[in-house]
């Protein structure tokens, strides 16, 4: 018979805010154990097509958990302006759009770091360099045993503890288990936590391409009825593209040709024409240097993120629109508080306890469903094509850029 181990917490998912959430726990006296079903991820060769951009409030968490130091810095481009154009204009005057008669009208709204006063507005890096450098962090971490790969096979919450039952027929018992698992969390099932998910009928679709002109540190984003581009500046003359496109899935609209044409179907060149022109020309000519990918995209908001002897984290606990890029930093929050609250819960506590998880919950609400309500209010508010709400919406983005609390306020969160 194989004995029992006993944890203080289980977290279960070593993704980036499982994995984050370990490295923060280092110093809590806490035993902790991290059940991941994939094998360490590979060294990375070329660029990675999904990048994300950190917040700075990130940054601090993956520095004070020593895994910041651990990345090439070579390879992280910092943000150091934001550019946003709504669906009436282009970016200047001489753009392919100005050319074909349509309203040039830049409704933009721009903000930089120097105006905000600090250093920059995100940081660009690549997903499997984060992941390798949270891997290569854990691996030296005194109070935590790595199980992976496992697979999971059953989970139990009791009372006191709960217990899970690994594949191998292995058991851990924990007085806290973390839901770390993902947007499809198996854990999330098990708790029986569940809401329908909003199918915000779009994919992501990302893609690096090197530019002809400099991004001089701009990260741009256009709203189109039917999606939104954003083109995140990456080391030398490089972009990461994150294109959310509409339902018929990865399928644009082509102005000129009035028919819609997969964008995952087209040859590399006739993407990088595609994708110059959405954007304006405004980088010049563009060519690829990964092959695109694309990810469906929906929103889940779930009743509770805590049940007992239960946190659930990241994808696991939310799902949000990219159109901010705030997926990914919004479970580095959830990460940061609950390590927070188990840091400061004083040793005799029990780390599972029901009043710890209720303040974990409480703490993280607001800025999920404020995430949420933005990013699905964006999203439908440009999906629209009622002649009047293209006009308001467009005059909104320009009055947002003008009036400077209401800009200082959103983009303060931004950078958390
Ligand atoms: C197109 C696109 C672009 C995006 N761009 C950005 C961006 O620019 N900025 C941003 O902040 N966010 C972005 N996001 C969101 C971001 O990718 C996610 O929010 C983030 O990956 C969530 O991390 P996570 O650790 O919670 O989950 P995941 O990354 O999904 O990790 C879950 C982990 O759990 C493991 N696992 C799953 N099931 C089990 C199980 N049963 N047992 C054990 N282990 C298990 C998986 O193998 C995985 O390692 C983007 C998303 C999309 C789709």
Known sequence: MIACMNFDVVIIGGGLVGASLAAALRDSGLSLALVESQATPEPATGWDSR????????????????????????????????????????????????????????????????????????????????????????????????????????????????????????????????????????VREQAGISAAPVDYQQHGVVANFSCELPHRGIAYQWFQPDGI????????????????????ETFVPVPEQKFHVPLLALSHDELCTQVAAASQ????????????????????????????????????????????????????RDARQLAQLLLERGTQNDCGDAHLLRSYERKRKEDIYTMQATTYGLKHLFNNDVPLLRTMRNLGLSATNRITPLKKMLMQHALN
Request: glycine share 10%; charged share 15%.
């Open 51 to 186: 990048i994300y951009a950190i917040s700075p409030g990130s940054r601090g968490f993956l520095e004070r958990s020593g895994v910041w130091p651990l990345l090439d810095a070579s390879r992280i481009a910092p943000v150091e302006a934001m550019r946003v154009f709504g669906d009436s204009g282009g970016v200047n005057s001489t753009s392919a759009l100005a050319d074909s008669g349509l309203p040039t009208f830049s409704a933009e709204l721009e903000f930089s770091a120097y105006q905000m006063g600090v250093a920059e507005l995100a940081c660009i890096l690549e997903n499997r360099a984060l992941q390798r450098a949270l891997w290569q962090r854990l691996a030296q971490q005194e109070n935590l045993t790595l199980l992976h790969p496992a697979s999971c096979a059953a989970l139990r919450f009791a009372g006191e503890a709960a217990e899970l039952t690994l594949q191998d027929g292995r058991t851990l018992s924990a007085k806290l288990v973390v839901g770390a698992d993902g947007r499809d969390s198996w």
């Open 281 to 332: 020309h405004t980088l010049g000519k563009l060519k690829i240097i990964t092959a695109p990918a694309a990810f469906p995209l929906r929103m889940l908001t779930l009743p509770h993120i805590v049940g007992p002897r239960l946190a659930l984290v990241g994808d696991a606990a939310h799902n949000i629109h990219p159109l901010a890029g705030q997926g990914v930093n919004t479970g580095f």
């Open 229 to 248: 581009l954003a083109l995140l500046p990456l080391p030398g003359d490089q972009v990461s593209m994150v294109w959310s496109v509409g339902a018929r």
